[in-house]
Each structure stands twice: as structure tokens, then as C-alpha cells.
């Protein structure tokens, strides 16, 4: 049999793509930067199928590429423009295996949606906190492959600090059950924290259990105007001093992204008259609804008297909470309609934010004066998202020649800070090169020790990351 009768003997006629059309929509990513080809599309929907689809592809060392929603925005889920790999959807790898609520977790097959976890979790009286503009399209496999962040890293972790254990079939097609429902585990090396963030380069995530927390009683959400980013570190630390760990959300967003959202997403209003910088700041926890209104409001009075804050609005509803929220989740959108943009996912120490942006800004206007610089971020965990829009006098091709030397400003500044030069959304592709420049070749070393012992062949993803 060749390689597609194999798999449709595994998956069945209808879950086997090759067909131009059919496997368009797995084959260009979300921004549009990355066109690739495969061999087919294959579709498992069993732990038992992704393991026989991997072992067809070992013994025929054919390259497979692991999918979940296809919304990585560095080019991981692609496979390259050769045709010769194998794209394995786990789409249809979708169920929630169970809800465990007196021990707080839920298990999950990672081709679900994030939404559709976090409305389990719901269901069960739970919160699970893992939040990203994305969340209707993205899968729990992608978010645990990516190590996904999102908005309220601050308070609850990236989604490594959010899982205590995986599935996963491994390169060779055995299949590693390492469901562990443990908050404590110290026997030997903690292998799951291999497989989160590795891009699908070493295996196959085919489940996971996943920690759920108390569902908050009580939220309070306010736009702020502030002068600075300086301003919102400073913020930052007042808000936490003041509220500790009910503060979830700092998000920083420039006038110049907000402008984005209004020209280009409909219904967007501005909250507040123009200022430079605003802060959306979300306390969420248990008390009666309202307490922690009357409590943000205390602290933006004084806030506004010293000067702290120019303006602030706090939402008096979910649905005003829903609105302000979507001025900053709508950002990427409202990028992506503007055009072409080069993208720049970045953390530093949040003590530094305001030098990295000092610098930054300073060094790109005397290279490429007249680039807009759309700034936004998670201030809390030091992540930035600081990207460039084509400025319209320039042709697309001209704008991603210049990539390479934009990418060299910004990542030298990010790595003189001691920050990274991707925070929340991977290496893919799109970073593969500049990795290499910053990671000390001991450590890459390490990296390629771990790449050789689970996949010796090069067969997992090929050409992402290493
Ligand atoms: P995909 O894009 O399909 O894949 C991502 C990587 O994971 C690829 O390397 C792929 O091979 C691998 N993979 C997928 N599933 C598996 C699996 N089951 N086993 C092994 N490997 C697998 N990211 C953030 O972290 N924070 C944000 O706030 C954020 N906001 C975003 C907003 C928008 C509008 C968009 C479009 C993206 C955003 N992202 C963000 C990026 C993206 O959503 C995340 O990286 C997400 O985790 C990817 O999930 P996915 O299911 O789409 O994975």
C-alpha cells in the first residue's frame, strides 16, 4: 500500500486531504507570511490513530507536521514548500476525557478548542485561566506545544505552570501516558516540560490534564490614560501592593494601537479622550460582586490626585468589561487588516520596559524614520508585543527586505536588557536564525542533545526551532 492507502485504512477515506483546495487552509498561516505544501492532510481522532499515522510515517521516514488551529504567528505549524511532509490535524482529537472538580483538573485531548475548555471548566463552577485573543480558533495541543501566555499570565502562569500532565506519542509511534493528575511528583526528570513549548518537534501531545481554579465571585475592570510606560511599571507595583494577587490583568496599549482597533474593528469606541499610553487593569476574586469596584475606585481616586493616572472609566457592567477587553484583543486584527507588519514578541525585566521602549523607539526612528511602531503588551510578566506597520509609501517586498535589520535593532536591545527574543508565541520559523544568535552555543548544544535522543531521525517538524 502507499502511503495514503495507510492512512486511509487508519482514519478513513473522508479524514485523508490532498486535494488542492481541501488543504489550502492548513497550509497558510494566520498572518499570511507562510505558504507551504504537504503530501496530505491526515485527520486522526484517537490516541490509537495519531500513534498508527506516526508509525507510518517512522518506518517510510517521511516528516510529519502536528497542527492544532493553526494560529501561530512565527510560522510553526507550516510545513516547508517541499510537499514532502505529512500534516497531522488533531482537530478531531477533541473530547473532554473528564472533570475532576474536588482535585481541581480537568483532562483534555489537545485537538480542543480553549474556548471549549474553559466553558467545561465552567460548567464544572471552575476557572481555567488560560486567556488569548485566539482562544476560539487555538487548541490546548497548540497552547501546550507554544507554551502559551496571554493575558493573565501574571497571576496564574503560562500554560506550562497550568499543566501536570501529558500524553504523548513520540516520534518512533509509542505512545507515552504520562496523565498524572499530581500537584507533587519528584520522581526524576519532569519529561511533560520537554514536550511543552517544543513546537511538535519531538512528539505529538495527544492529552493533557490541565489545573482548574475557583471560579472568581467578584471582577473589576478599568481603562486608565497614563502618560508613559514608565508610568505603568510604576502602576504596576502601586496595583500590587494594593490588591496582590487579585490583580490579573495589566495590559499596556499605546495610542497608536488603539487607533488600529478604531479604524478597522466596527462598533470600537474610544473609552477616553486621546493620551499617549493606556493601562486595562482587571482585579478578579472572591468577595460580593461590586466590592472590588468600590475598592479599584478608591485606588484610581488617588491615583488620579497624584498624578499617577490622567483619566480613568470603570466598567458598570460584564457587557462594558466586554467592550473594554475587546479594544485590546482586537489589536492583531486590526494589524493584520492595516497590512503588512513585522512583528516583535519580546520580554524583558519589567524594571526595564521603559528603557527597552526609550531605546527601541529612539534606534528604529533614526534607521527607518516614518515606521509606526505599535506597541501593546502583558506590563505584569514583561512581555511586549512591539511591532512595525509598512508605512504606505513603501512596496511589501521592499518593507520584508528591511526585516532582518529591523529584527537586529530590536533583539540587540532586547538582549543587552537580558530579555527574550520570544516571550509568548515560539521560534517557528520566523525565529529560528535570530535564536541562534543570541542562545549561547553550550545551551543550543543541549537543545540539539534532546532533539537527537527523541527523534533521531529529524522526522518531527522539521525546520522549526532547530
Ligand atoms: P498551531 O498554530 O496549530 O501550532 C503551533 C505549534 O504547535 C506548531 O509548532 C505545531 O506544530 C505545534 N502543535 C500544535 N498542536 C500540537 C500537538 N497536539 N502536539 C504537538 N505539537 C503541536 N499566543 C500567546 O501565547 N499569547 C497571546 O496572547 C496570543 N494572542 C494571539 C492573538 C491572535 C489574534 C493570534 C492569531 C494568535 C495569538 N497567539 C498568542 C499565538 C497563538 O494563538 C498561540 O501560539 C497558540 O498557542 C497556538 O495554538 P494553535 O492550536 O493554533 O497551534
Partial sequence: MDLIEQFV?????????SGEGDMAPHLADWRGRYLGAARCVVRPASTEE???VVRVCAQAGVAMVPQGGNTS???ASIPDEGGAAVLISLSRLNRIRGVDPANNTITVEAGCLLQSLQEAALAAGRLFPLSLAAEGSCQIGGNLSTNAGGVQVMRYGNTRELTLGLEVVLASGEV???LRALRKDNTGYDLKQLFIGAEGTLGIITAAVMKLFPLPQARATAWLAIESPLASVQLLGELQGAFGAT??????????ALGLVLN???????????????????LSGSGEDGTLNTALEGFLEQALASGTISDAVLAQSSEQARRLWALREDISEAQKIEGLSIKHDVSVPISAIGEFLERADAALEKAFPGFRTVTFGHVGDGNLHYNQSKPEAIENAAFIAVQPQVDLIVHDIVHQLGGSISAEHGIGQ?????MLRYKSPLEVEMMRSVKQALDPKGLMNPGKIL
Fill in 9 to 17: 485504512a487508519i482514519v478513513g477515506f473522508h479524514n485523508v486531504l
Fill in 50 to 52: 495519531v500513534a498508527a
Fill in 264 to 282: 478597522h474593528i466596527p462598533g470600537a469606541q474610544r473609552p477616553l479622550a486621546n493620551s499617549p499610553w493606556y493601562l486595562l487593569v482587571e
Fill in 430 to 434: 520566523l525565529k529560528r536564525d535570530e
Fill in 176 to 178: 507515552w501516558n504520562g
Fill in 73 to 75: 504567528l512565527c510560522g
Fill in 247 to 256: 490583580l490579573t490583568a495589566c495590559e499596556l496599549v499605546s495610542d497608536v
